[in-house]
């Protein structure tokens, strides 16, 4: 019976994995609906599960109840001295942290298989907290246990607490950050060429820009003096994921699409130059959205066929990538 079970649980995973253009993100489990909280209940978001569902893979973890604790349960807290916090009970005291982490040390290297692009973590939690764990012998916000070993073994994975997704800026970073982490991860495990770097690096020239200019610079420099493969992958990947780390904003955003009008320049018409010139005006100053201008330049793009725009993932996103940038999460 338990063979059965297993393999019908093996058999799910590997067809969820073979669902095209899905993205797999872990995620306190508590936000989805299950009861796993100490107080037996749970911090579902109803329109976010029902929205994001349609397009996520879902690869729920809670710390607390996997590593053995029951529910319900005391109230855990973290207790410093950093960085060797202690997780113990607000009540009586009892320490929780060698069973927390004996669990988690497993659980990461599940995880590893998982091929994660992305986690969104429960704010406030001893466990899961990002960058809002309280630390009760300070008073200092932390991260939680969980999230802090997540971090040492995944330095590279966006991670984004549930409570900042409803703020539309942080939400496009945060979704910026897990779809160029995706298609790195891919481009490693399908190519890891030298040719296929460059390749990379030009369709995503436009979103490394929004985000970092001069990481741009540096990896454009990389790319073009690339020489020993593994060390030019190790570094890019270290100066991408700084770049993607820098929140893009309205101001630079508003540099790129002066650049990407700049393509523009002398093909067209005097009235549609000065049109697009206005668009851009509008959004720096907060009154048009980014996507009105960008609808325009991909009919550009188009037009006047522009074969280095046409590939830029900042212009034409993935399909899987337009309904989770055009969905309220509702939160």
Known sequence: MFAACHLSKIKAVMAEKKKPGR???????????????????????????????RFVTWVPVCPETECGLTVPREKIGLFGPGPAF?????KTGKDVTG????????????LVRAN?????????SPSCGLTSALDYSSGVLVSGLFTSFLQRRFPDLPLVEEKNLAYS????????????YKRWQEFLEKDGSIGGLVSFHARHKLIIMAHSVRLLSLLGNLVAS????????????KYLTA??????????HTNVLQHLAGYFKK????????RLAQQIKAYSQGALSREEILSSLRHYARRYRQRYLLQQFYLFPEPEEWPLRFISPGL
Not at 226 to 232: D, F, I, L, Q
């Open 23 to 53: 993205i797999r993100l872990g995620v306190s489990a508590c936000l989805l609906g299950q009861p796993v909280r100490y107080d037996g209940k749970d911090k579902l978001i109803p329109a976010f599960k029902k929205r994001w569902s």
């Open 267 to 274: 093909v067209l018409p005097q009235e549609e130059r000065e």
């Open 99 to 110: 069973q927390m982490v004996h669990w988690t040390e497993k659980k990461l290297d599940e």
């Open 169 to 180: 800026e942080v939400r496009e970073n945060f979704l910026d950050r897990i779809f160029v």
């Open 86 to 90: 202690r997780l113990k009970g607000l």
């Open 226 to 237: 690339a020489r020993n493969k593994a060390a030019v992958l190790a570094q890019y990947q």
């Open 243 to 252: 770049a993607m780390k820098k929140p893009a904003t309205g101001k630079t």
């Open 116 to 124: 994660l692009s992305g986690f969104i973590l429960k704010s406030g």
